[in-house]
């Protein structure tokens, strides 16, 4: 089963079934953040780059091998799944095989075309993204096909909206420095109540990307652009698998801060922090040593607590 992966535990569809519709980095976009790798076709041209046949003829053999607890098969892949120009087949095929809910992952930027959003019609969730709505930040972040328009991309949007009955999921992924300053995040907001999205699902760079320039938002500051995006807004950044990230300044003085209010569980002071463990350890373990901080076990968790040359009381 060659276009076929999973199920993997996915934060937004539960327990998915993958399905590749294009060959690895074929896309319109080239982003910064991009997990997969640098983009090695870069191209607006729509083909059957994966026959229909073929992925069809993958997820029949994936469903036959009996019950897996999936929630969703999603259309994705490591490039952009609309330049497959079969993907409103391929969803009507998987319709008639099961009941199973279908999910499209997009980049969004093919959605000004009728025919594409026509397309995906059939998916019962379509999870596109919009990570900018100035063409310059938008330029800066997604390095697109220089034909692009971010303009056009929210037309786009905005259109299938009106067509589309099913769950609409917008993905933003928020880098420093590019798309998160007030004007960015004004420009998106404008965007946001145009399309009329379900909800509007907030990352930010949790995972090695392709380019150092691409760096994480802390928590502190994803919330308080949650806030500004109103209430369909939430957070699905996985702050918890954080690596490589440059700590940030005084953060010693930030963890004592906030142990002296009140003791705190390293998970804690990942998600307060927005690092990631591994970091939270380290850091803390200097702390320990400097004898700043000490560990207390209550109720079989660790906790930090300031080392004040007392004792810790014996808590089961
Ligand atoms: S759209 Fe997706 S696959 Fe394409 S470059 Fe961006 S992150 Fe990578």
Wanted: include cysteine; glycine fraction near 6%; charge should be negative.
């Amino acid at each position: 089963m060659k276009y076929i992966y999973g199920p993997v535990p996915s934060r937004r569809l539960g327990r998915s079934l993958g399905v590749d519709l294009v060959p690895r980095k074929v896309c319109t976009y080239d982003c910064i953040y991009c997990q997969v790798g640098k983009t090695t076709r870069l191209t607006l041209e729509r083909e059957e780059y994966v026959p229909a046949a073929d992925i069809l003829r993958d997820v029949h053999a994936a469903l036959s091998e009996g019950d897996k607890g999936i929630d969703y098969i999603a259309c994705s892949g490591s490039g952009e799944p609309c330049l497959n120009s079969a993907i409103g087949e391929i969803i009507a095929g998987i319709r008639e095989m099961t009941g199973v809910p279908i999910a499209v992952i997009t980049n969004s930027s093919l959605l000004s075309q009728q025919e594409v959003r026509e397309a995906l019609l059939r998916a019962d969730c379509v999870m596109p993204s919009l990570d900018a709505a100035t063409q310059n930040s938008f330029q800066e972040i997604n390095r697109p096909h220089p034909a692009m328009q971010v303009a056009e991309i929210i037309e786009g949007l905005t259109a299938f909206r009106s067509a589309y009955r099913g769950q609409l999921w917008l993905e933003i992924l928020l880098c420093q420095g590019i798309n998160d300053s007030e004007k960015e995040i004004d420009a998106l907001r404008a965007a946001i109540r145009r399309i009329r999205p379900d909800r509007v699902q907030l990352n930010t760079v949790v995972r090695p990307a392709v380019e150092a320039s691409a760096v994480a938002l802390t928590l502190d500051q994803m919330e308080l652009i949650k806030s500004a995006l109103g209430d369909t807004a939430e957070i699905i950044a996985d702050f918890t698998g954080m690596r490589h990230v440059a700590l940030p300044e005084k953060i010693e003085e930030r963890i004592i801060r906030i142990v002296e209010r009140r003791p705190m569980t390293p998970d804690d002071l990942v998600r307060v922090l927005s690092l990631g463990t591994e970091e939270i350890t380290m850091i803390a373990d200097k702390l320990i040593a400097q004898r700043k901080l000490k560990p207390r076990s209550f109720n079989q968790q660790l906790y930090y607590e300031i080392d004040t040359g007392e004792p810790s009381k014996k808590v089961s």
